[in-house]
């Protein structure tokens, strides 16, 4: 069973940037795409951006001056950066797995970790 | 972008009821749509894609519909497990879009 697990600072002060990663275990990382997904306080669920295992990315245009996702797949783990961060970046931040039959579907998520951007 | 709405936000409904939640988008996506249910704590399960693909292991209590614009995931007969927020999501463009959410609660 894949599983995944994001981990990273639960705090961050304004215009700091944002770091987390996400291990993956009982599968590999190749061959995926791996997104980041967040979920702020009384908001909808927002894409941020996905990498494939062999490193092309894609990010929402609403983030991507401030996004990086990158993969190491000897650790088989995901990281995200959101530089410049503010409080409405404060969110659960959750890693997903691509399903391979349909690009953009999520078919393994993680618990999500908290990040609340505060000085 | 893709909007996404979904209808109702919040369901009351009893263990084996039938219950329909609804998915509109802002404009058509053929069928590229998924269905996630999250329950509380817990990390969202795939349900459905391409609208009505049923995600392998997902109970077939599970159905999904629609295309274009309209799409309806559709409970047979609930059961315990399923009180929980139900998604919609496109990913016919960049950036997919999730719609707000639909809460099924114990009646």
């Known amino acids: 069973q894949v599983q995944l697990q994001e981990s990273g600072p639960g705090l961050v002060k304004p215009s700091e940037t944002l770091s987390l990663t996400c291990v993956v275990s009982?599968?590999?990382?190749?061959?995926?795409?791996w997104s980041w997904i967040r979920q702020s306080p009384g908001k909808e669920l927002e894409w941020i951006g996905y990498?494939?295992?062999?490193?092309?990315?894609s990010y929402n245009p609403s983030l991507k001056s401030r996004v990086t996702v990158s993969i190491d797949t000897s650790k088989n783990q995901v990281s995200l950066k959101l530089s410049s961060a503010t409080a409405a970046d404060t969110a659960v931040y959750s890693c997903?797995?691509?399903?391979?039959?349909?690009?953009?579907?999520?078919?393994?998520w993680g618990q999500g970790a908290l990040v609340t951007v505060s000085s | 972008v893709i909007w996404v709405t979904q209808s109702p936000s919040l369901l009351s409904a009893s263990a084996g009821d039938r219950v329909t939640i609804s998915c509109r988008m802002s404009?058509?996506?053929?069928?590229?749509l998924a269905w996630y249910r999250q329950k509380p704590g817990k990390a969202p399960d795939l349900l459905i894609y391409?609208?009505?693909t049923l995600q392998s292991g997902v109970p077939s209590r599970f159905s999904g519909s629609g295309s274009g614009t309209d799409f309806t995931l559709t409970i047979s007969s609930l059961q315990s497990e399923d009180f929980a927020t139900y998604y919609c999501?496109?990913?016919?463009?960049?950036?997919?879009?999730f719609g707000p959410g639909t809460k099924v609660e114990i009646k």
């Open positions: 997903a797995r691509g399903n391979p039959s349909a690009l953009g579907v999520f078919d393994y």
């Open positions: 009982g599968g590999s990382v190749s061959g995926y795409y």
């Open positions: 990498i494939y295992s062999r490193g092309s990315t």
């Open positions: 404009q058509g996506i053929s069928t590229y």
């Open positions: 391409t609208a009505s």
């Open positions: 999501q496109q990913y016919y463009n960049f950036p997919w879009t």
